[in-house]
Every structure is written in C-alpha cells, then in structure tokens.
C-alpha cells in the first residue's frame, strides 16, 4: 500500500540493520524502552528485536491502555451494570479483562439477569446513539485510553449538552503518558515491582500526534534521557534506535522527531483546548503495576458534571491486588520479560488471560505469545 509498503521495506531493513549494528560499540549495552503499545506490537510482529545486536536490548513500557487500568476500575464498571441497571458501554479489550471474583465485563454481560446491559462499541458516538435511542435507560459510556482518545471523549460530552441528554454520562478512566514516564524515572511507590536501567526512550506516535514533542523535554533535559518520537512501522522503530544510539554515544539527551511526517512540537492544538474544556487534572489515579501517581489522570469538570458517572452514581474506586501468579504490574514497568512469568503462555494465554497484559494486541504478554513463536510451541505435538 501506498505510505506503508516503503516502511516494511525488506531491503532497507537490512540496511537499518547493518547501520545499527555498526553504530553500537561493542564494549557498551543499550536499553530503551517504547512507551507505546503500537511500538511493541510492531517489535513483535515484525521480528525487530532479532535485527538488532546482542548488546541493544528493547524493554516494553506501560504503553497498553487497557493494561494500565486497575482491577477496581473493570469492578466500578460491573458494578454499574450490575447493581445500577444501566447499559453500559466499551470497547472491545476491556471487556475481555479479568476483575474480581473470576469475572470480566464479558462474563458480566453473559451473568446478566437483571436490567442492566453490557454493550461493545466502536467509538463513544456509538453509546451517545443508545443514549439516544433508550431515553428510558442510563447509558455510560467506559471511557479508556492515553491523550489519543481523550478528544473524541471531549466531543461525545459536549454533544451530550448540546442534545440535552439526561440519560448519558462518561466513567473516565483517560491517563496521561508523561506521568507515566516519571514515575518509571524516579517513584518510590513502584520499587515492589523491580527497577530498570534505561538509556533512552522510543516516544508514543499517536499519543505525540496530539501533545506534540514539547513534553517530553523535561525529560530529556532533567533526567538527561534522550527521546525519539517514532511511527509505528518497523522501519519507524529501527530509525529511532539508531537516532538513539547516535545519542547516546554522544552523550547527548535531546528529543529528536523522526515521525515529523505526523508529529510537530506543538501537537494538535485544537485537540487540546477540547481536552482542557471538558477534563480537568484528577489529584491522583492507580495504574496497575506502577500504583498511585499524582495528576496522572483525567476527570470531567464541574461545568460537565452531569454526565460523570462518578459523581450520578454512587461507586468508588476501590483497589484489588493483581492474581499473585501475575507478573503484568513488573512487565508494564519493563522490570520483568512476558516469558519470564511462570504462567505465561501456559495458564494465561490470549485465550485464557489472567492479566491484562495479555488481553490486547498491545499488551506486551499478548504481542510475544502470538508473535514470539510461543502460539505454534503451545500447540506443537
């Protein structure tokens, strides 16, 4: 395809391949971590790892979404379903991730008798329709995802006031990846999990489409960590590796841009006056595996707050440690590798997840087992 097939070009992978090789000095190790779900999908998928040298190393970051989010966040959703009654709306991985008591939203919506009512959507505009369309019931939309999906969530509660709708409202669960990144830099609160050496980062591509390249400076000039925003295709990753290399020889911690086909330093502007409208700084957030961070998350402001779930309904957030044999909170911190769990790809799989991690495309536990050569060794005779 157009745009595409020049970024999965086999023979100037190999010429990546050569330059990286040659660009990393042998008596020095390399790790960087992508902070981008998409980014270690690719990795994955595309065998990057395997073209880089012994002494590169990729360490996967809390990139994924739906990975990030708390148990207690997925009970606050059943519970909205299941005690309140109302039809409650979501993407497709959250439903598939495990919660308390051996449920999911998906084995909520099969155990369902009452009135409440699970239902996947493509897009908040889908639940915004059913709120529509059912102005007899409570519709809530499970709002998820980075500084990418936040915009359209802004959007679908504006139109919610401009139609009047009394019968929609938002659970918001939208994070923010700077914070993230600080907290895998310096927060006591995540030592349980193991810490990380760290020679540079390979910056979100979508994520930076919307704030640009400007936050991660701080970075770069106090932690003295050099960042390259990179696109999603292989090709893309390689680039930023060696862009990273080249730093980190130099002794050198800038941000460097080598999506600028898509990313500029002041991202998309118009995106975030609607984000700075509707959402406001949360005081504090728990992301599973790095704990609670300091305005690391996103909540609906007072002039919206008609349709924030939390303040209509009455549910709090109330933390559940992860399943004991679960390794998720160490590999989101790039403390631990998908295989160095003892129940990766043997009692937790794609198909049987016991944590997050393996439950999306994105998930760094889901990208190995399928791509890593463990899916044709779990069904090899």
């Given at each position: 395809?157009?745009?595409?097939?020049?970024?999965?070009?086999?023979?100037?992978?190999?010429?990546?391949?050569?330059?990286?090789?040659?660009?990393?000095?042998?008596?020095?190790?390399?790790?960087?971590?992508?902070?981008?779900?998409?980014?270690?999908?690719?990795?994955?998928?595309?065998?990057?790892?395997?073209?880089?040298?012994?002494?590169?190393?990729?360490?996967?970051?809390?990139?994924?979404?739906?990975?990030?989010?708390?148990?207690?966040?997925?009970?606050?959703?059943?519970?909205?379903?299941?005690?309140?009654?109302?039809?409650?709306?979501?993407?497709?991985d959250p439903l598939r991730?495990?919660?308390?008591?051996?449920?999911?939203?998906?084995?909520?919506?099969?155990?369902?008798?009452?009135?409440?009512?699970?239902?996947?959507?493509?897009?908040?505009?889908?639940?915004?329709?059913?709120?529509?369309?059912?102005?007899?019931?409570?519709?809530?939309?499970?709002?998820?995802?980075?500084?990418?999906?936040?915009?359209?969530?802004?959007?679908?509660?504006?139109?919610?006031?401009?139609?009047?709708?009394?019968?929609?409202?938002?659970?918001?669960?939208?994070?923010?990846?700077?914070?993230?990144?600080?907290?895998?830099?310096?927060?006591?609160?995540?030592?349980?999990?193991?810490?990380?050496?760290?020679?540079?980062?390979?910056?979100?591509?979508?994520?930076?489409?919307?704030?640009?390249?400007?936050?991660?400076?701080?970075?770069?000039?106090?932690?003295?960590?050099?960042?390259?925003?990179?696109?999603?295709?292989?090709?893309?990753?390689?680039?930023?590796?060696?862009?990273?290399?080249?730093?980190?020889?130099?002794?050198?911690?800038?941000?460097?841009?080598?999506?600028?086909?898509?990313?500029?330093?002041?991202?998309?502007?118009?995106?975030?006056?609607?984000?700075?409208e509707v959402f406001e700084?949360?005081?504090?957030?728990?992301?599973?595996?790095?704990?609670?961070?300091?305005?690391?998350?996103?909540?609906?402001?007072?002039?919206?707050?008609?349709?924030?779930?939390?303040?209509?309904?009455?549910?709090?957030?109330?933390?559940?440690?992860?399943?004991?044999?679960?390794?998720?909170?160490?590999?989101?911190?790039?403390?631990?590798?998908?295989?160095?769990?003892?129940?990766?790809?043997?009692?937790?799989?794609?198909?049987?997840?016991?944590?997050?991690?393996?439950?999306?495309?994105?998930?760094?536990?889901?990208?190995?087992?399928?791509?890593?050569?463990?899916?044709?060794?779990?069904?090899?005779?």
């Amino acid at each position: 395809m157009k745009f595409i097939d020049e970024f999965r070009d086999r023979e100037l992978a190999r010429g990546l391949a050569a330059a990286i090789r040659q660009a990393a000095q042998p008596q020095r190790d390399y790790h960087f971590m992508e902070f981008c779900g998409g980014h270690t999908h690719a990795i994955a998928r595309y065998g990057v790892s395997d073209l880089l040298p012994a002494n590169v190393r990729m360490i996967h970051g809390p990139g994924c979404p739906v990975c990030v989010l708390p148990i207690g966040r997925i009970d606050m959703a059943i519970r909205l379903a299941m005690d309140e009654g109302v039809i409650l709306c979501s993407y497709g991985d959250p439903l598939r991730v495990p919660a308390s008591g051996g449920l999911s939203l998906l084995r909520a919506k099969a155990a369902l008798g009452g009135s409440g009512e699970i239902r996947m959507i493509y897009s908040g505009a889908d639940a915004l329709c059913l709120a529509q369309q059912n102005p007899q019931r409570q519709v809530v939309f499970f709002a998820i995802g980075f500084e990418t999906t936040t915009p359209p969530t802004a959007v679908v509660i504006r139109q919610a006031r401009a139609l009047g709708l009394k019968n929609f409202s938002v659970l918001c669960c939208h994070v923010l990846t700077p914070a993230a990144i600080a907290s895998i830099l310096e927060s006591p609160e995540v030592r349980q999990w193991g810490s990380v050496r760290l020679d540079g980062f390979i910056g979100p591509a979508h994520v930076s489409t919307i704030i640009g390249s400007r936050p991660y400076e701080f970075f770069a000039a106090e932690y003295r960590k050099p960042v390259v925003i990179a696109g999603f295709e292989p090709l893309d990753v390689m680039q930023a590796v060696l862009m990273l290399i080249a730093q980190v020889n130099a002794g050198r911690a800038v941000v460097e841009n080598e999506f600028a086909r898509a990313v500029t330093r002041e991202g998309n502007r118009k995106a975030q006056q609607l984000v700075a409208e509707v959402f406001e700084l949360r005081r504090s957030f728990a992301w599973r595996g790095l704990g609670e961070l300091p305005y690391s998350a996103l909540r609906i402001r007072r002039e919206f707050a008609d349709f924030d779930a939390e303040r209509r309904f009455p549910i709090s957030y109330q933390a559940v440690p992860d399943h004991p044999a679960c390794e998720c909170g160490a590999v989101l911190r790039g403390a631990r590798r998908p295989q160095d769990c003892r129940i990766f790809g043997s009692v937790c799989t794609p198909e049987n997840p016991v944590g997050s991690c393996m439950v999306s495309s994105e998930g760094a536990c889901a990208a190995h087992y399928s791509f890593g050569r463990f899916a044709d060794a779990a069904v090899a005779p």
